[in-house]
């Protein structure tokens, strides 16, 4: 399949061609964009907050740019996305699973639902995006559902039924590629 | 001055002396046990994000954590600090200077004034908090007003009374250090 970048924001010059849909783009990715859409449109202003890491040892050499040459990866104490939108504050982590059964609750650190729980206390917007890559689908899920589900101590997994059945399906297009604000208009801010 | 940490939350095994009241405290150390205290009592979700890097190689030997031995620091796009206080989005920047006589534009980058900007626009609360170290002296201006300041082209700092001036001083304490969420509800929750 070949696709043609609409001609928009970006230029005339550009063009994005893919294989096969979305197939080779990553959740991360999709995220970005859209994000970057949304900013640009002035609808909201979310983004991924920077990988959490330790820095052990940093070196300074002369004339060029400080070299970070150790450092280690960290656990998030919170959630990668957060913005405003609509006057509100909104919160939400996203992943993807090659999976073709079910979505792995250690996919999410305990941290993360700890921190989606804090959020929608104190009267956030909070919801995870989750893809299946196989499938080439990704679905919104509200937080309170899926920290409903976590503290289930009988699961270790949702199945992929669970997600058709209480999430509901983005609709994946190109600008932007996944338009979860629609999901949220939809759901939070019903006959605005 | 000797000062005793109060019996409270962290047990009372937690004793604190500093010799010199805050000096030697920087304030991204004071803000984060500030957020943390505030978390503790369920007051606010307001998070520091992490430094924003450029990772370039990884090596992921056997056994062990994989280590990042090429990394680089990056210009943030947005502030350090936000998160949900109630039920508002939050937004803040905070700098502190060595300098006694102002504080230099080239301290927040473009970046940051335009998020400044941008969250604003969507009704988020929004400031920094700018230490001069040299007074320990802290701080609270609204993002409103440095934006403003920024955009006079015929400026490259801002002098000390300019804060006396247009700022709110936060009174320092121990628990929490720096106390912002008082100045926030004074200016934004008046009288409810």
């Not at 990668?80 to 999976?99: C, Q, V």
């Not at 209480?166 to 939809?186: A, F, M, Q, R, W």
Request: one cysteine or more; aromatic letters at 12%.
């Amino acid at each position: 399949m070949m696709i043609n970048y609409p001609n928009g924001k970006k230029g005339s010059n550009t063009v994005v061609v893919k294989s096969s849909g979305h197939r080779g783009m990553n959740l991360e990715n999709d995220l970005n964009l859209s994000n970057e859409y949304y900013r640009q449109l002035d609808r909201a202003i979310i983004y991924k907050k920077p990988t959490p890491i330790q820095i052990v040892h940093v070196d300074y050499p002369k004339r060029t740019a400080a070299k970070i040459d150790e450092a280690y990866f960290k656990i998030p104490s919170t959630t990668d996305y957060n913005g405003i939108y609509r006057g509100r504050y909104l919160d939400f982590e996203a992943k993807e699973t090659a999976s073709r059964t079910s979505f792995p609750f250690s996919s999410i650190h305990p941290h993360q639902i700890r921190h989606l729980q804090d959020v929608l206390r104190h009267g956030a917007i909070a919801f995870v995006i989750i893809r299946f890559k196989e499938y080439e689908e990704t679905f919104f899920v509200e937080a309170e559902k899926i920290v409903c589900a976590y503290q289930d101590k009988e699961r270790r997994s949702l199945p992929h039924s669970w997600f058709k059945k209480e999430g509901i399906l983005i609709p994946l297009s190109l600008t932007p590629p996944v338009n979860y604000l629609k999901v949220v208009d939809e759901l939070y801010f019903k006959g605005e």
